[in-house]
């Protein structure tokens, strides 16, 4: 399983932290990764570290605002999350890969969790 927190209402500029913690599964072998979606919008990956040198990429949406971390003793990912803007007004979905290269497609994708809902206010 794998359970997001830390979603809710901020105005624009400000900043979240969204957690994911991950329960049943070796987490320290598993690529992390954040994707969103927007109401009438597809699946949007925005985020990924891998398991072995913790390497991580980002959308361009995400460079320079967001940062992705693990701890793999907590076996929890994180999201931080500054300066938003409206438009990261999304559902936020915390995923499980044994492969990388997940933000290019949500099908290698093993695991994902509920979501949490980011909502920014202008």
């Known amino acids: 399983d794998l359970v997001e927190s830390g979603g809710g209402l901020v105005q624009a500029g400000g900043s979240l932290r969204l957690s994911c913690v991950a329960s049943?599964?070796?987490?320290?072998?598993?690529?992390m990764g954040w994707f969103r979606q927007a109401p009438g919008k597809e699946r949007e990956g925005i985020s990924s570290?891998?398991?072995?040198?913790?390497?991580?990429v980002y959308a361009d949406s995400a460079k320079g605002r967001f940062t992705i971390s693990r701890d793999n003793a907590k076996n929890t990912v994180y999201l931080q999350m500054n300066s938003l803007k409206p438009e990261d007004t999304a559902v936020y979905y915390c995923a499980a890969s044994v492969t990388p290269g997940i933000l290019s497609t949500t099908s290698r994708v093993n695991h994902w969790g509920q979501g949490t809902q980011v909502t920014v206010s202008s």
């Open positions: 049943g599964l070796p987490f320290k072998d598993y690529v």
């Open positions: 570290i891998n398991s072995d040198d913790d390497a991580t």
